[in-house]
């Protein structure tokens, strides 16, 4: 829970600053426009948090370059003629008025035909839309978390899929629940396992610590690259603000 959170300059660079009763800083650089956090330990100074800034300067110049080059998606208004991807393929939206009930199809392997009610407003439209990419991708992420929990030779935790601003993925280790992030539904299939990986080794190692890489490359040895492609993904017209 977080108990402070306050915003420093350091170097030309806002830095939002969050204190936690956690024992380690984590410093991370977010999309879409590079904004820089740290979530600090309470004992742990300004000066403190300006030094790990400074030390890693380079390493947050480069992040957000990358995220300056990356594509972005327009604002959906869920109207024909607009490109949405699923599982790392673009296709193209054809609103369909008239249908009984909402929902979608995939037609052709490159069309989503979206049927809703006629006069169905933008918010009828995104939330049919929205609704359908939840339960394509709890589909596709049971079988794998079921599987991963089980080359973990743990008990399936319980886990849920949730829209989040920060984090594609998250682990309570007391309560034993993992939440994925709902964009993974647009981002490659590697992608999604690749997260569900990263969440269960938070249940051996609670920080990113060379346990936790160990494991990672133990479990998935081609981690770095399904991250780096993840990372790479067009980015939502959305801002992320702290939370």
């Not at 959170?5 to 660079?13: N, Y």
């Not at 208004?77 to 193209?92: A, C, I, L, P």
């Not at 973990?152 to 319980?158: C, S, V, Y």
């Not at 601003?165 to 007391?174: L, R």
Request: hydrophobic share 40%.
């Amino acid at each position: 829970m977080s108990i402070e959170g306050h915003r420093i300059i350091v170097g030309g660079l806002h830095v939002d600053v969050v204190r936690k009763p956690i024992k380690n800083l984590h410093l991370g650089v977010y999309p879409p426009n590079g904004r820089v956090r740290v979530a600090a330990p309470v004992g742990v100074s300004d000066e403190a948090v300006r030094l790990a800034v400074v030390t890693r300067m380079g390493w947050i110049k480069r992040q957000q370059t990358k995220f300056d080059a990356q594509p972005r998606q327009t604002e959906r208004s869920y109207v024909s003629g607009e490109s949405h991807f699923f599982f790392g393929q673009r296709h193209r939206l054809n609103t369909i008025d008239g249908a009984p009930a909402g929902r979608v199809h995939i037609r052709n392997g490159r069309t989503l035909d979206l049927y809703v009610r006629s006069g169905s407003d933008q918010a009828t439209r995104e939330r049919v839309f929205q609704d359908w990419y939840r339960r394509e991708l709890r589909t596709r992420a049971a079988p794998l978390m079921a599987a991963w929990a089980d080359a973990f030779g743990i008990d399936l935790p319980r886990w849920g899929i949730k829209r989040m601003k920060t984090k594609w993925g998250t682990c309570n280790i007391e309560a034993k629940r993992v939440w994925l992030n709902l964009e993974l539904v647009k981002k490659p299939p590697q992608c999604l396992e690749y997260v569900i990986v990263h969440e269960l080794a938070h249940f051996f190692e609670r920080n990113h610590s060379d346990r936790f890489v160990a494991l990672l490359d133990q479990k998935l040895p081609q981690w770095r690259l399904i991250r780096d492609e993840l990372n790479a993904a067009p980015l939502a017209d959305e801002e992320w603000p702290i939370t």
